[in-house]
């Protein structure tokens, strides 16, 4: 007889959230329809809410107010007295930490979708913020295997120094869904798809594990951060060169030694500094300018996961 690594209970309490963002428009435009007719999200025996979560942002069709909602959760924020004089979005971050946390708390979501958009080259891409969840990695893989033949990546944002503190890390198992390429501020219907699909098939996995569906071990593909790069700059901080029309759109593939990244104003090309190939992502990500990050290099790492199903089975 197969044994199985049992989840402590099925998942009752899930949440979609768009416009974390409020320019990245598929996830608030996929939520607000789902609130007006939830019919397609919505799975027996499961709790499915879906959420503006910067309803400012989104009104202004900006990324935030203040400052960035996705990045504002760490317990020293969260745990700030309330009063106005604090910035609007860790303000809104300790009301959906009310509504779906506390977080790391036994009454907090279990699961929280956060839709986003990116103008890189991205595609479809789940994010992923702990490597040793099985029951998340199950998710992927299934995820993944819906979609093909469309290919959708796995980002993998566990790094000993960088710390992200997004908005869905409040939930037992936080899901990042980024869909791309997309301008800020603009709806397209090949992206809406995608995302769409992704979270219908997030959902049916949910709904096939609280059946009790057992899901042998499994192996993912997934792309683990290692650093981000900014631009060169010149003395007085300003950016002095821009992406390499080699690198431009390239997000996923491989990056060797030596290979063009940047191009400076003045026509000289400037080489990748690594001593071995890595893997870009948010390549000229628009957001991030103002990150000082002109991409991110990941490296390629395999990921296992035991078999799981449903306690209650």
């Not at 209970?9 to 974390?20: C, D, N, R, S």
């Not at 977080?103 to 979501?109: C, L, P, R, T």
């Not at 098939?201 to 650093?227: R, S, T």
């Not at 957001?287 to 799981?308: Q, R, V």
């Amino acid at each position: 007889m197969t044994s199985f690594h049992v989840a402590e209970e099925p998942i009752k309490k899930v949440a979609v959230f768009g416009g974390t963002h409020g320019n990245e428009l598929t996830g608030v435009f996929l939520v607000k329809h789902w609130l007006e007719d939830g019919a397609e999200i919505q799975r027996a025996g499961l709790e499915v809410k879906p959420f503006i979560s910067n309803p400012r942002a989104v009104k202004k069709c900006s990324r935030y107010i203040d400052c960035d909602l996705n990045r504002v959760f760490d317990i020293e924020n969260l745990g700030k007295n309330r009063s106005e004089d604090l910035p609007y979005e860790v303000r809104r971050a300790q009301e959906i930490n009310h509504l779906f946390g506390p977080k790391d708390s036994e009454d907090a979501y279990d699961v929280i979708f956060d839709l986003h958009n990116t103008t890189s080259n991205m595609g479809c891409t789940l994010i992923l913020e702990d490597s040793k969840s099985d029951f998340l990695i199950q998710m992927f893989h299934y995820i993944k295997t819906s979609l093909a033949p469309l290919p959708c990546y796995v980002y993998l944002i566990e790094h000993h120094s960088l710390k992200y503190a997004t908005t869905r890390s409040i939930a037992k198992y936080p899901v990042g869904i980024e869909v791309g390429p997309q301008p800020q501020g603009v709806l397209r219907a090949d992206i809406l798809d995608q995302m769409r699909k992704m979270i219908k098939h997030a959902l049916d996995f949910i709904q096939h594990f609280n059946e009790g569906k057992a899901f042998p071990p499994c192996a993912i593909e997934v792309y683990k951060i290692m650093e981000k790069v900014d631009y060169p700059r010149n003395e007085s901080g300003d950016i002095a060169a821009c992406i390499h029309p080699h690198l431009q759109d390239q997000d996923w593939k491989p990056l060797t030694p030596g290979a063009p990244v940047f191009l400076t104003f003045d026509g000289k090309t400037i080489p990748l500094d690594e001593g071995c190939t890595v893997y870009p992502v948010f390549v000229n990500e628009a957001a991030y300018y103002e990150k000082k990050e002109a991409f991110a290099k990941t490296t390629k790492i395999t990921l296992n996961a035991g078999s799981i199903c449903s306690s209650l089975h």
